[in-house]
């Protein structure tokens, strides 16, 4: 997704949202409608069954998933929950270019290979109101190394200490292992697909991974937009 030059009042001055926000672009337009949807079906079967973080992952590139990732983070702070939007996509990062920030912030990638005890100093605050974001930092050169220290589940025990939901995005599973172990590591995934695009069995076999891996499938979701 490209960001566009549409920023709200509400927006800190430096930061930039594209267009593809619907939720705040054209929030009375079909695709908000299906977000807030989307959103209902979280609150009912994740949020109010006490879970607080999910992981949105996609068999294969091109589904939209940051798109829905984004979206969804936003529905979910414009009701009220403390919400934090990771972006753990560190192959091909794509947050950024959706809340575009001033210059490039240290994020995840960071705050993974980090040894000191900070973790939410890499979290920008309050871009929205409700919304805090960690971008990636970039695209190390050893992403599935950074995944896998211990490190990166005592962060996700500190966001789901501060914050209501914590939702992260992922890169198409079909490209790495990195979406099976944040997944692991979260508790709970979401697919995300797209019409005439992913294949079922595709679908079916990251499914199971992730179920082999420990975690949860909440559901799946159709991407039309």
């Not at 030059?5 to 594209?18: G, H, I, M, N, R």
């Not at 069954?49 to 992981?55: C, N, P, T, W």
């Not at 949105?56 to 939007?85: F, R």
């Not at 991974?209 to 937009?225: E, H, P, R, S, W």
Request: some cysteine.
């Amino acid at each position: 997704m490209q960001a566009s030059a549409a920023q709200p009042a509400a927006t800190p001055p430096s930061y930039v949202l594209s267009r593809s926000l619907v939720t705040i672009s054209d929030p009375k337009g079909g695709p908000a409608e299906a977000i807030r949807a989307l959103r209902t079906h979280v609150m009912a079967q994740h949020i109010e069954a006490g879970r607080r973080a999910l992981a949105v992952c996609a068999a294969s590139q091109e589904t939209g998933s940051t798109y829905i990732t984004a979206n969804l983070a936003i529905a979910m702070s414009q009701i009220g929950l403390k919400t934090l939007l990771i972006d753990g996509n560190l192959r091909r990062p794509g947050i950024d270019q959706i809340i575009r920030p001033p210059s490039a912030p240290q994020g995840l990638s960071q705050c993974l290979a980090d040894d000191e005890d900070d973790y939410t100093g890499y979290i920008e605050t309050d871009i929205l109101p409700n919304l805090s974001v960690m971008y990636s930092g970039g695209s190390p050169s050893n992403p599935q190394e950074l995944l896998a220290r211990d490190r990166f589940e005592t962060l996700m025990n500190v966001c789901l200490r501060d914050f209501d939901l914590t939702i992260m995005d992922t890169p198409a599973a079909n490209s790495c292992s990195d979406a099976r172990r944040i997944s692991s590591v979260l508790g709970y995934s979401m697919i995300v697909t797209r019409r005439d695009w992913t294949r079922v069995d595709d679908v079916k076999t990251l499914i199971g991974q992730i179920q082999a891996d420990g975690a949860k499938v909440i559901g799946t979701v159709l991407n039309d937009f």
